[in-house]
């Protein structure tokens, strides 16, 4: 369990913060370290499409079980690519413009089954405020908690859990695409449909249909119904546990900071987020997560 920061004391100003960070932007800029490398993404998407057109063609052939889950648990972790393509592009780094990147985020994340705006808002509310109490989405997680205030507010089978919370943490990581794919987008859907239904919100609807049909009814028109069933619960499991094992090592075990904490930009990314060293296992991942 992290521990509540409500004892945090800020090492700089507001002020120095920003004078910090700007002066840090710069350099990084000057290291072309924010350079974007198409030829990176270009081989990256060419070998993940590539494999997953080729795993899709065993999954159809493949005659025994066993090999039918290990090929769909291969294309879950293309699938999380997307995913990938679909956060780099939300952050400008994938193409020049951010129309260009938009339409590479909204097409990765409809072929993996998500709303790239539903998933953009959550994303950008726990950057502008990592591991903060009532403002980061991400530590808000129902069966979790991340301080003793969280931990000791828990009510039913929350509570009951609580103590176990380190043991259930990857068996629980299986729930988490179900919850990127259906919660967060059904969520947001509703919250837009409140003010009413217009063309832009019809178009996202539509192409949130296409990922549901992708994923969810054609494994039923293609394999027999146990490959189908088999098919919803394997890609889902492997692709939450690949999520949470990308994301949850930046901030696990990092401070977490009460509502009230008012830190700099810079000093509130520092202290709530571990260096990843670069290794093979990141090269799937994604440091900036
Ligand atoms: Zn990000």
Redesign the pocket.
């Known amino acids: 369990m992290n521990v509540a920061e409500s004892t945090y004391r800020p090492i700089c100003t507001l002020l120095e913060g920003a004078r910090l960070y700007r002066e840090l932007q710069m350099r990084v800029r000057a290291a072309r370290l924010f350079e974007r490398s198409y030829t990176f993404y270009a081989l990256h998407a060419l070998c993940v499409f590539a494999a997953m057109a080729i795993i899709g063609y065993f999954l159809l052939v493949t005659k025994t079980t066993i090999l039918f889950s290990v090929f769909a648990m291969a294309l879950a972790l293309c699938l999380s690519q997307l995913g990938g393509y679909m ?1 780099d592009a ?2 400008m780094m994938v193409l020049k413009t951010k129309v260009m990147n938009d339409v590479v985020g909204m097409t990765c994340a409809s072929l993996a089954f998500m709303n790239y705006n539903a998933w953009k808002i959550k ?1 950008s509310a726990h ?1 502008a405020h990592p591991n903060q109490e009532g403002e980061d989405p991400d530590i808000e997680i129902p069966l979790f908690s991340f301080t003793r205030t969280r931990y000791l507010s828990k009510i039913g089978l929350a509570r009951l859990l609580r103590r176990y919370q380190a043991y259930i943490y990857f068996p629980l990581t299986f729930l988490l695409a179900y919850s990127f794919q259906f919660k967060n987008n059904i969520e947001y859907f509703v919250r837009q449909l409140r003010r009413g239904l217009c063309p832009s919100i019809s178009g996202e609807m539509l192409l949130y249909g296409g990922g549901f049909f992708l994923w969810y009814v054609l494994p039923f028109l293609v394999f027999d119904l146990s490959k189908a069933l088999l098919f919803i619960t394997i890609v889902p499991m492997t692709l939450g546990l690949y999520i949470a094992s990308v994301f949850a090592p930046n901030h696990k075990g990092m401070p977490v900071l009460d509502r009230n904490t008012r830190l700099s930009f810079l000093e509130h990314q520092i202290i709530t987020s571990r260096n990843i060293a670069h290794n093979w296992s990141s090269v799937f991942g994604n440091p ?2």
Do not use: L, Q
């Open positions: 956060h939300a952050h994303h950057h900036s997560a």
